[in-house]
């Protein structure tokens, strides 16, 4: 007996089934990076490495102030001239938590200075007691900050003082720099930016490996 045409399986809504199935496939494929994925982390670390560089300098600042009010020179004074050029990675860490955290947030629910404020504190100070951590756990000790005698610090690793100085710090950004300099960044073109983070990434890597061999790590 012909079963006529409904038992057809040709027809437009088993042809349909076809794009459809390629939908669901390109779903379950590893998803690529797009061209705008690539751009924002390029972006994300340029502004790392800003942040690790400009930490350096604020902490050399702090090593100037002391020295400056205890009269005592070795207190401040840079040991090498590469000092200057070191990176600071809590730093660059907590520029990139910001940018990830505070920057979407702010934009989303139009948070007011203070609100910035506290946030900015809240991750800057997350990022600090982590990488604090992080070195005890790899090399047993943390050498490079100690806030045991700041009140209400937690273990020395973190205090009041230290992520409310990065809460103003991270504020500025916010507010300030960040607006200020995305635009010129997007503006960049791709190879030119391609160019530019693989300058930074070498120059990194090199500040690391002297960092590093200074402090009797590697070599």
């Not at 100037?64 to 020179?73: C, K, P, Q």
């Not at 951590?133 to 003082?161: C, E, K, M, Q």
């Not at 230290?162 to 010129?184: C, D, K």
Request: with cysteine; aromatic share 12%.
């Amino acid at each position: 007996m012909d079963d006529g045409p409904a038992h057809r399986t040709d027809g437009p809504a088993h042809r349909a089934d076809g794009p459809a199935r390629r939908l669901e496939e390109s779903r379950r494929r590893p998803r690529i990076l797009t061209q705008r994925d690539r751009r924002f982390a390029q972006v994300l670390f340029v502004y790392m490495w800003i942040g690790g560089l400009i930490g350096t300098w604020f902490e050399l600042a702090l090593r100037v102030s002391l020295g400056i009010v205890t009269g005592d020179r070795a207190w401040w004074w840079p040991r090498t001239f590469a000092e200057f050029f070191e990176f600071q990675e809590p730093y660059a860490l907590g520029t990139l938590a910001i940018i990830l955290v505070v920057v979407p947030l702010k934009e989303r629910f139009k948070l007011g200075h203070g609100l910035v404020f506290l946030l900015c504190a809240f991750v800057t100070g997350v990022v600090e007691l982590g990488s604090a951590l992080a070195l005890v756990v790899t090399l047993g000790r943390n050498d490079f900050w100690n806030y045991s005698g700041h009140p209400y610090n937690v273990g020395g690793y973190i205090s009041l003082a230290s992520v409310s100085v990065f809460g103003v710090l991270g504020a500025l950004f916010v507010h300030l720099l960040y607006p200020a300099t995305r635009p010129a960044l997007d503006r960049i073109g791709r190879r030119r930016m391609a160019l530019l983070v693989t300058v930074l990434v070498v120059s990194y890597l090199g500040s690391l490996v002297a960092k590093l061999a200074r402090y009797g790590w590697i070599l």
